[in-house]
């Protein structure tokens, strides 16, 4: 039986957990022994440095009341939320699995993380198809009463979140709560500020780091009946938080891609596995809306599913992916009508997109997009079709 957390913790309470949530050197499995012994983040602060007295090498730093109190005063001052797992208002799916976050800034509204959601999730070097089945598929799946949970990130985390803000979106970020990343979202995060949650476990004000989207990965499936991965490459990021979705016990859905298409090695792989084959809206919500009458039970029919994560190699982030990580160069899309031929291509796929499509996906003049179709066409590269579409030319 679950644990009746408070439904309020006072101020003193909250900074404890800040400040256990912000020790260095104390790893998540430890945080939890703590808790899971002492019972309140106070005493468990209280109990650690006789705890580590006579351990040998790295010793848990604790940070300065004073510091926690800092980072408590910005949060309030900016309208944001505090949620510590020690307390009701913290989202129950999440709290479910292993080294949930001890803490979480919340700017906007954080009832949004208490609703039925799904993540949705791709390669940020998506298709001009990807993209458009994302904004699809995620509008679909917010009017029918699901909030979709994605990383802000470009591509396919930005569409889906575009197509939800009306119907509730949830975005989680690998730097702190209040920090802009990428910052060709601007508006979208400004929306989402608004009218839905933006999400982080990363102290206020705190950078995007590398390493930390693998963590941010775990919080969107956790906060998910189920994650849809859209246009994922082998070896990926984005696969990372399929893996994290399966030890989770969530369902897994993948979206089917043109074996010609790096971007497809992923989700057909986890196809092969066992993900659910998802052509649109319907797929998801026939798996997820019996999860609904009953989420534990169907968290303990997944964990009996024979649903296996793909081998390592593929789960495992290269450094030749450029699909691995979410931490970019803000300004490589700045320049877009210098290399207006490698993103028209980029966008491609052997299925046909309307020409309407690329200029606005693209961010492209309808003149440049016409004279470098012209090109690409007369350099045997795409090919056009009627209705105005045109595909990229795949290997015969």
Request: hydrophobic fraction near 40%; charge should be negative.
């Amino acid at each position: 039986m679950e644990q009746p957390w408070p439904t309020v913790l006072n101020d003193h309470e909250k900074l404890a957990w800040l400040r256990l949530a912000r020790t260095e050197n104390l790893g998540p499995t430890t945080a939890d022994q703590l808790l899971a012994q002492y019972h309140t983040a106070s005493a468990a602060l209280d109990a650690l440095p006789d705890l580590v007295a006579n351990r040998r090498g790295k010793r848990p730093v604790v940070p300065h009341h004073d510091a926690a109190a800092r980072e408590f005063d910005h949060i309030n001052r900016a309208g944001a939320t505090l949620l510590v797992r020690g307390e009701a208002a913290y989202p129950a799916f999440l709290r479910q699995i292993d080294t949930a976050p001890i803490v979480l800034t919340v700017i906007g509204d954080p009832t949004l993380l208490h609703r039925p959601s799904v993540g949705v999730v791709g390669s940020r070097n998506a298709s001009a198809n990807g993209q458009r089945f994302a904004a699809d598929i995620a509008g679909d799946l917010g009017r029918a009463g699901l909030t979709i949970v994605s990383g802000l990130a470009l591509g396919i985390d930005g569409r889906a979140h575009t197509a939800s803000v009306e119907t509730g979106t949830v975005a989680v970020l690998a730097g702190g709560a209040n920090v802009l990343y990428p910052r060709q979202h601007k508006g979208l995060y400004h929306d989402i500020a608004e009218r839905g949650a933006i999400v982080s476990e990363r102290p206020w004000g705190a950078e995007p780091m590398g390493r930390m989207f693998p963590q941010r990965n775990r919080i969107i499936s956790g906060l998910s009946y189920g994650v849809v991965v859209i246009e994922a490459a082998k070896r990926s990021g984005t696969l990372i938080t399929a893996t994290r979705a399966v030890e989770q016990n969530r369902e897994v859905f993948a979206v089917p891609g043109f074996p010609y298409d790096a971007r497809s090695g992923g989700t057909n792989q986890l196809l092969r596995d066992g993900a659910v084959l998802t052509e649109s809206a319907d797929d998801v919500l026939a798996v997820v809306r019996p999860m609904m009458a009953n989420p534990q039970q169907a968290f303990e029919n997944q964990r009996q599913r024979n649903f296996t994560a793909p081998d390592s190699d593929l789960f495992t982030p290269s450094h030749n992916d450029n699909q691995d990580t979410d931490l970019i160069d803000e300004n490589e899309n700045d320049d877009g009508d210098d290399d207006a031929h490698a993103q028209i291509l980029n966008a491609l796929t052997t299925t046909p997109t309307a020409v309407d499509d690329l200029i606005r996906l693209c961010n492209l003049s309808a003149s440049t997009v016409a004279i470098t179709l012209t090109e690409l066409e007369l350099g045997g590269q795409v090919v056009r079709h009627p209705g105005n579409m045109v595909a990229r030319l795949g290997k015969s």
